[in-house]
T-cell receptor, first 113, second 112 residues
């Protein structure tokens, strides 16, 4: 069993739809949670970062963390064709100061105009 | 502020050769981490350097090594290349505090 599970998709939605992307994790020691967006043949771009349960909003993006269920989500409102990319959840291994991230496999999103 | 830069962007090598990749972190960032990305295994952590010391290491063979210089720039080296080493190698930097990591564009290594 992988430490971080993420549905690989592809997920296809019409422009303007609300997109929900999810990851589950197994290690309760994970404390810091990130979402990255990666366009084809580019490096990952940090979208959201949070370290507590609850919601964090930034523009059209909302990150949600439920530590009791070991479940994290990213919501994209009013999705645009430019949001078409692979979305990766990433979780820190622990809070000791070391910065190794464990990544999900990524969900490929296609927003149809 | 300039982002993370990596050189070269593309490399083609043959089996048995060695390769050195370079990473310049965001100004002020002292932590540099390296990751390998392949279609089959996804993004996997290689190692992290902080203040010229390796602070953390992933589950990769000893052929993979790295170092960090006093200006926080980092290099990683892969010796005795194998076909399976073909991948996108990503460097990420972060501040002393906080766990957000900012990635560079990567170096795409092809081993023939």
């Amino acid at each position: 069993q992988k430490e971080v599970e993420q549905d690989p998709g592809p997920l296809s939605v019409p422009e303007g739809a609300i997109v929900s992307l999810n990851c589950t994790y197994s290690n309760s020691a994970f404390q810091y949670f990130m979402w990255y967006r990666q366009y084809s043949r580019k490096g990952p771009e940090l979208l959201m970062y949070t370290y507590s349960s609850g919601n964090k909003e930034d523009g059209r993006f909302t990150a949600q963390v439920d530590k009791s269920s070991k479940y994290i989500s990213l919501f994209i409102r009013d999705s645009q064709p430019s949001d078409s990319a692979t979305y990766l959840c990433a979780i820190s291994q622990d809070g000791t100061g070391r910065r190794a991230l464990t990544f999900g496999s990524g969900t490929r999103l296609q927003v149809q105009p | 502020k300039a982002g993370v830069t990596q050189t070269p962007r593309y490399l083609i090598k043959t089996r048995g050769q060695q390769v050195t990749l370079s990473c310049s972190p965001i100004s002020g960032h002292r932590s540099v981490s390296w990751y390998q990305q392949t279609p089959g295994q996804g993004l996997q952590f290689l190692f992290e350097y902080f203040s010229e010391t390796q602070r953390n290491k992933g589950n990769f063979p000893g052929r993979f090594s790295g170092r960090q210089f006093s200006n926080s720039r980092s290099e990683m080296n892969v010796s005795t290349l194998e076909l399976g080493d073909s991948a996108l190698y990503l460097c990420a930097s972060s501040l002393d505090r906080g766990y957000e990591q900012f990635f560079g564009p990567g170096t795409r290594l092809t081993v023939l």
